[in-house]
C-alpha cells in the first residue's frame, strides 16, 4: 500500500518561508512523478509544481520564482521550498505520486500565511 505523508505546514508571516515534505513508502519512489497541489477554502486545488522522475521541475506562474521542488530518491522523499510567502499562498497543500493510472495522494499540510 503506497502511503504519502506531509510534514512542514504551519503559520508564517508575509514575507515568510516554509519547507514542506511529503514521504512515500509502499513503492518505489523514483518511478514517480511528483507533485504539490493545493487547496484554498472555497476553490479549486491547483497544482503548484511537479517534479518529473527525471528531476525536470514546472511551476504554476502565481509561484514561480518563490518555491523550489526537488526530490530526493534515495529518501523517497520529495520537497517544496517556498519563500516570499504571500496570503494568498495560504490553503491545505498536498503531495500527489503519479504514473500512468497510478495516482496517490496525501493527507495534506494546512499553511496559513498571515501577520
Known amino acids: 500500500q503506497v502511503q504519502l505523508v506531509e510534514s512542514g505546514g504551519g503559520l508564517v508571516q508575509p514575507g515568510g518561508s516554509l519547507r514542506l515534505s511529503c514521504a512515500v513508502s509502499?513503492?518505489?519512489?523514483?518511478?514517480?512523478?511528483m507533485g504539490w497541489y493545493r487547496q484554498a477554502p472555497g476553490k479549486q486545488r491547483e497544482l503548484v509544481a511537479v517534479?518529473?522522475?527525471?528531476?525536470?521541475?514546472n511551476y504554476a506562474d502565481s509561484v514561480k520564482g518563490r518555491f523550489t521542488i526537488s526530490r530526493d530518491n534515495a529518501k523517497n522523499t520529495v520537497y517544496l521550498q517556498m519563500n516570499s510567502l504571500k496570503p494568498e499562498d495560504t490553503a491545505v497543500y498536498y503531495c500527489?505520486?503519479?504514473?500512468?493510472?497510478?495516482?496517490?495522494w496525501g493527507q495534506g499540510t494546512q499553511v496559513t500565511v498571515s501577520s
Open positions: 500527489n505520486a503519479n504514473k500512468k493510472w497510478l495516482d496517490y
Open positions: 509502499g513503492s518505489i519512489f523514483s518511478i514517480y512523478n
Open positions: 517534479i518529473t522522475t527525471g528531476g525536470s521541475a
